[in-house]
């Protein structure tokens, strides 16, 4: 019977070692015919036997929950150097009928850009990291693969009075950041990164590579926040910059519940939108040990457009509670500033924005809500009573408001525009590993999650692309993938979803570019015969 069990399991691995070797030969064979140079073919395809090919999986991964031994790993990893490698992988994926996952930076929150329940190869378009900034005309083209770091310092090497509005992790790559409408410390004074987006080049479901003019005006909107893996691999995107003053002010302020944190907070939500748009504040909401006492602390972060002076008086005059003294505002130039929103210490020089991979990855989760109205006094103090007792979910408040407010709901697919008092990002991080570890802490977050709901967005119960999160719902990508995809899709593109999914069946009629949460083609039924 062991006999038996042994030779059977090394049966199973020979059949899926020969079944990766046969999509690895095929894929040869079909770069090869797609015109790719041999000893090109050989530098960016990856194979389970390559020595290389797990140092290039895991090198990407940024959430350890999909880097475990049960994780479904690609088939192939291809790692196209030039815009005619992405082209052959999308015409011989799809004549090979294999899934393709497209990795810019690995930020995915649910993995989905290197992880599949089918079997699947992992475009990485790390290569694509060119910068290309043109002071002249105050653009930039920018690859899918570079990061927001490497970003913000090439610009910050052309101009010191110049920046970019995305997010504030610095190893974020571009690619997904942006074609999900990526933000950062300056929307409220700027709007969101596809605010700011000119032109971009992709390769569409043919295999052909097409600008702005080439592609139409309905696609260049759809992937300005609808999500450009369903709809192509992005190769580049050219961005217009921003003007940023010479002196910017920064300032950190932590309150526990004993140093009127719930009267911030509340302050905070009637003044979220309305305050100064060159002000952003974010609070942080952790529950905290201290003197054995289980509590929460309120920190607020905040980025000013200008110098401290007039930072305070307009703190003093539209949020008393917060406290602000000129002992805690820090002026900086903007490119260190960056630098202290992503937490590096103040020796740090901006070079350090070049490291393109973090110092730690941990398991975690994220899920999102949108605040429309203030929660009330006795509103805010049940939520931190049940932060406490849930033990180790914590909330990021961003506010809203200023040039949010001004851009209608439909100028890109992602809809949170005015109406929004801010945004609320639920986190919860662990080191522990295991299945168990894992059940504890996603419950964790989902209790509080459930424990939100009437304080938040309803019908929909709004979420945010780029936080992604399976649990708002999921399709198979099978027969009733329409149905599927709306009851996530109306949550994440509110009245732009019936939009995207026109797109998106006229670009990709045969759903070649999808995921677990990819906009879908309209049912048959419901397409127009084309004569």
């Not at 770069?31 to 797990?54: C, H, M, R």
């Not at 290309?132 to 899918?144: I, K, L, N, R, Y």
């Not at 809203?400 to 609320?424: C, Q, V």
């Not at 099978?478 to 995207?500: A, E, I, P, T, W």
């Amino acid at each position: 019977m062991v006999l038996l069990l042994v030779l059977l399991l090394c049966s199973l691995n020979s059949f899926s070692s020969a079944a990766t070797d046969s999509v690895y030969d095929n894929f040869v064979q079909c770069f090869a015919e797609n015109k790719v140079p041999t000893d090109q073919i050989s530098g960016i395809l990856y194979n389970s036997a390559n020595p290389s090919f797990t140092s290039v999986l895991v090198s990407y991964i940024r959430n350890r929950r999909f880097n475990v031994s049960t994780t479904p790993k690609p088939t192939i990893i291809v790692t196209p150097s030039q815009e005619s490698h992405v082209s052959a992988t999308v015409l011989c994926a799809k004549k090979l009928g294999i899934q393709i996952k497209i990795r810019s930076g690995g930020h995915d929150y649910e993995g989905i850009s290197y992880v599949s329940s089918v079997e699947f190869i992992i475009l990485d378009m790390f290569n694509f990291r060119s910068i290309d900034v043109d002071m002249e005309t105050e653009t930039a083209w920018v690859g899918s693969g570079a990061m927001l770091g490497e970003l913000y310092y090439r610009i910050w090497e052309k101009s010191k009075v110049h920046g970019f509005p995305g997010g504030v992790c610095p190893t974020v790559g571009v690619g997904g950041h942006v074609s999900g409408a990526g933000y950062g410390n300056m929307l409220r004074k700027h709007g969101l990164t596809v605010d700011h987006l000119i032109d971009a080049k992709l390769v569409d479901a043919k295999g052909r590579v097409l600008d702005r003019k080439a592609m139409g005006e309905d696609l260049f909107w759809a992937i300005r926040g609808g999500g450009g893996a369903s709809f192509g691999v992005i190769l580049a995107y050219k961005i217009k910059l921003v003007p940023v003053p010479s002196v910017v002010t920064v300032f950190r302020i932590e309150k526990t519940m004993d140093q009127n944190a719930t009267e911030a907070v509340y302050q905070f939500e009637q003044i979220a939108d309305k305050i100064d748009n060159d002000l952003f504040i974010r609070v942080l909401l952790q529950p905290i040990t201290r003197n054995k006492k289980r509590s929460v602390r309120a920190t607020f972060i905040g980025l000013f457009l200008g110098d401290a002076n007039r930072l305070l008086s307009v703190t003093h005059s539209d949020f008393p509670e917060l406290g602000l003294k000129k002992a805690d505002c820090k002026e900086m130039s903007w490119i260190y500033s960056v630098l202290f929103w992503g937490n590096f210490d103040n020796t740090t020089t901006p070079d350090v924005l070049l490291r393109r991979t973090p110092d730690s990855v941990n398991f975690l989760k994220r899920k999102s809500d949108y605040v429309k109205t203030p929660i009330s006094k006795n509103g805010l103090e049940s939520l931190f009573k049940k932060m406490v007792e849930i033990g180790k979910v914590g909330l990021v408040f961003n506010s809203y408001g200023g040039r949010m407010n001004e851009i209608p709901d439909s100028e890109t697919p992602f809809p949170h525009r005015a109406g929004n008092l801010f945004k609320i990002q639920y986190s919860v991080n662990w080191e522990d590993e295991g299945e168990e570890a894992d059940k504890n802490y996603i419950d964790q977050i989902r209790e509080l999650y459930s424990f939100m709901a009437p304080f938040v967005s309803k019908n929909p119960r709004e979420a945010y692309l780029n936080y992604r999160d399976l649990d708002i719902g999921t399709t198979d990508n099978g027969k009733d993938s329409y149905n599927q995809g709306k009851v996530y899709g109306v949550k994440y593109f509110k009245g732009n979803f019936d939009r995207l999914v026109k797109i998106k069946t006229m670009v990709d009629p045969d759903n070649f570019f999808r995921n677990e949460q990819s906009i879908p083609t309209l049912p048959f039924r419901g397409r127009k015969v084309r004569k």
